[in-house]
């Protein structure tokens, strides 16, 4: 079976197609097309970019876009620089960075609407045992006995008429 960048440049040269045309109708820089069908993947800084490029430029020639793909990803596999996804940052992670992750992977709908109920659910408690309390105190029980006294008929205020 022949390589993806055997592939293309045959495809090209089967719609006699120039590298400009190309340039043209995929807006991919000429340079990145010659490397493509040379197979000089390192003008590239990154895998998505030759798996754009590819998808981009197999489209246009309309050829089987799934399999070149994927014949792409079995070659990038035997390079080294490609072999493997290369890592996003070279320090070690920091709790912050990892709190930051924990955080970011939560769902926060849920979480304000769990929030929101635990939050209810001590209000109603509280009130709970508020009027629980209230109910058993009495609030007579501390003063001290009373004595009634009549009011003098000089201490009311008169009715109207």
Known sequence: MSTVAEQLRSAREAKNLTVEQVA???KIRTDHIRA??????????APIYIRGSV?????VLKLDVP???????????????YSEPPPLSESRKTFVDSLTLLLAKVNWKLGVAG????????????????????QKSDPLKNLPPAVYQPANAGDTLPLHK
């Open 55 to 59: 998808k981009n430029y197999a489209g």
């Open 36 to 45: 493509l069908e040379e197979g000089n993947f390192s003008v590239f800084s």
């Open 115 to 134: 929030l929101a109920v635990v939050v209810l659910g001590m209000i109603a408690v509280t009130s709970f045992l508020a009027w629980r309390h209230h």
């Open 24 to 26: 043209e109708m995929t």
């Open 67 to 81: 399999q070149m793909l994927a014949s792409l990803a079995a070659e990038l596999k035997g390079t080294e620089k």
